[in-house]
């Protein structure tokens, strides 16, 4: 299964860094992905990464703002968030690419105050 951590609340333009274990699964073969879902919200994709390359993707929102890393000797992906703004409010969650629904967490709450 996978693990969210890292949450928490910053001011606008703060920073974190949340991270995702992943145990149960062949890590390294699965792209990765991190996912948000803010209240009233549908759930989207934030960004992802491939399995051992390191090409990635970012929405639009987050580009130029956001890291998404792996090590995939420690089962872990991660999500660096940079300036972040109160629109970045939501639960973070991680997942595989394409997200599989046994693998959905708990996720993680960011809340960004302005």
């Known amino acids: 299964h996978l693990v969210e951590s890292g949450g928490g609340l910053v001011h606008a333009g703060g920073s974190l860094r949340l991270s995702c274990a992943a145990s149960g699964l062949s890590f390294e073969h699965y792209y990765m992905g991190w996912f948000r879902q803010a209240p009233g919200k549908e759930r989207e994709e934030v960004s992802c990464?491939?399995?051992?390359?390191?090409?990635?993707y970012y929405a639009d929102s987050v580009k130029g703002r956001f890291t998404i890393s792996r090590d995939n000797a420690k089962n872990t992906v991660y999500l660096q968030m940079n300036g972040l703004k109160p629109e970045d409010t939501a639960i973070y969650y991680c997942?595989?690419?394409?997200?599989?629904?046994?693998?959905w967490g708990q996720g993680t709450q960011v809340t960004v105050s302005s």
């Open positions: 990464i491939d399995s051992n390359y390191g090409r990635t």
């Open positions: 997942n595989t690419v394409p997200a599989r629904n046994e693998y």
